[in-house]
């Protein structure tokens, strides 16, 4: 019980502004077709939006399991790990489920269009059977959907690093880099399609040094000086010098460039996470926190307060991010991305709708239909007059909502009378070689005749 009346520690706002801005970069990104995905971070850099959210939520999970391990102990530790893995698995089967109706939707509505051999998840419907089992027990993860498997991962081993961190910090840092090495020599991978083989886009195994290198850093074990000339020149140099490498209309057309990026290409990869991603991301993270520490008024704004809203609420903004993003790829389909109004109409759209859900979910998070017993004494020494006046006021807003809830009451029964199938074409007809006189022929049936007949018989001649 006295863990209850211990305080709860303040959120980091600047850990929940970057984390929103990079689902905001994912939710443009994971568009399909997405003219503004070539204006992005990721083309102008060897990391982008994924390589900061996995770091950060490594961070984030230092601040919150790894207290919660300290303060509860590694039983109840366990019990909270446990509960966020059954959220995240249940996320990425709903983020399935979802896209998987918007890819049947999307080819209804842009016939020329095939959504679900675009999101490669035919296999899913020309075996529902066994790709229903392979996708609860993930062995299918199509590659739009592997960022959650991946991070569901890194959340089962989050209790062995921490353990291990029990022994030393050393032991657990060490494991993390010796997984990540013996990935790469040896080649090991999940298998993602049972059909193809084709392995996870993004391998656990070697994203997780990401996820535990942000782990290390939210648990302080590892620390850097905020005020530190030569490595803020080296960490400038270092992104500076990777603009051309990542920009493609620079290194396709200068060969010093393109020659360069193909001879790095094994150590920029980012299926495997390769070092150079890695080591990107820290200087930009570095960059990134000397910025904040320059300047942190600045995240006082509107905007940057409701991106940081974004950030508290990952999970389920994540999910709406990228069923909003193929949503916005079919509209795009439909208006075409000639139209720079259209495309900007669509992107900005969906952030929008991100930020709402956000506030909303922030909302719900507040508990707003419980009320204090301060709340409760208040409400009691209004006086009658004012009190019944509140009253009128709460039965007309319900008044004006009860169109609405009938409404929504109403929309399951019209759902399930819309037509399910196709008519039948008309070239299909059903032909018979019986003749008429066989199609219909007389039957007689002979029965006993009772005595209730005969009284009937009689009674009917009367």
Not at 31 to 55: E, H, R
Not at 180 to 199: L, N, V
Request: glycine fraction near 6%; charged fraction near 15%; include cysteine.
């Amino acid at each position: 019980m006295g863990l209850l009346n211990q305080p709860q520690p303040m959120r980091n706002i600047q850990l929940d502004f970057f984390r929103g801005l990079a689902l905001m970069v994912i939710f443009i990104n994971h568009m399909p077709d997405n003219p503004w995905f070539w204006f992005t971070p990721s083309q102008y850099g060897l990391s982008d939006a994924a390589d900061v959210f996995v770091f950060l939520s490594g961070f984030a999970s230092a601040l919150a399991y790894g207290r919660c391990f300290e303060r509860a102990g590694l039983g109840l530790g366990l019990i909270r790990i446990l509960h966020r893995c059954v959220q995240i698995y249940s996320a990425h089967l709903t983020s399935f489920v979802l896209l998987a109706l918007i890819c049947v939707i999307g080819n209804r509505w842009v016939p020329e269009m095939d959504d679900i051999q675009r999101l490669n998840i035919a296999y899913f419907f020309d075996s529902t059977q066994q790709a229903l089992y392979d996708l609860f027990t993930l062995a299918y993860v199509p590659n739009y959907f592997d960022i959650l498997p991946m991070y569901l991962v890194m959340m089962a081993w989050l209790p062995i690093f921490w353990v291990l961190s029990r022994l030393h910090v050393v032991a657990a840092l060490s494991c993390s880099l010796g997984l990540y090495w013996a990935t790469w020599q040896y080649g090991w991978e999940f298998t993602a399609d049972p059909a193809t083989g084709r392995p996870w886009y993004f391998n656990p195994m070697c994203w997780q040094l990401m996820f535990f290198t942000g782990f290390a850093f939210g648990a302080g074990w590892l620390k850097v000086k905020v005020q530190c000339r030569w490595l803020t020149v080296l960490c400038l140099t270092l992104v500076l010098s990777s603009i051309p490498l990542g920009h493609e209309a620079t290194y396709a057309q200068i060969p010093f460039w393109g020659e360069l990026r193909a001879k790095l290409e094994p150590w920029m990869n980012k299926s495997h996470l390769g070092v150079l991603r890695w080591v990107h991301l820290l200087a930009v993270a570095y960059l990134m926190r000397q910025l904040c520490h320059w300047r942190p008024e600045w995240l006082n704004g509107a905007l940057p307060r409701a991106i940081i809203t974004l950030g508290q609420q990952s999970l389920p903004i994540f999910l709406c991010s990228m069923v909003l993003s193929y949503a916005g790829g079919i509209v795009l389909d439909r208006l075409g991305r000639e139209l720079t109004d259209a495309v900007a109409l669509v992107n900005l759209s969906g952030l929008a709708l991100l930020m709402i859900v956000g506030q909303i979910m922030a909302w719900l998070d507040t508990k707003p239909w419980k009320f204090s017993p301060a709340e409760g004494l208040t409400l009691r020494a209004i006086p009658v007059d004012l009190e019944q006046s509140g009253i009128a006021y709460r039965w007309s807003r319900q008044a004006l909502a009860l169109p609405f809830l009938i409404g929504l009451a109403a929309l399951p029964a019209a759902l399930s009378h819309q037509q399910r199938f196709a008519p039948m074409a008309p070239d299909v007809v059903v032909q018979t070689t019986m003749t008429d006189a066989e199609a219909i022929q007389p039957v007689e049936i002979h029965s006993e005749e009772t005595d209730a007949d005969k009284l009937i018989d009689s009674r009917q001649q009367l």
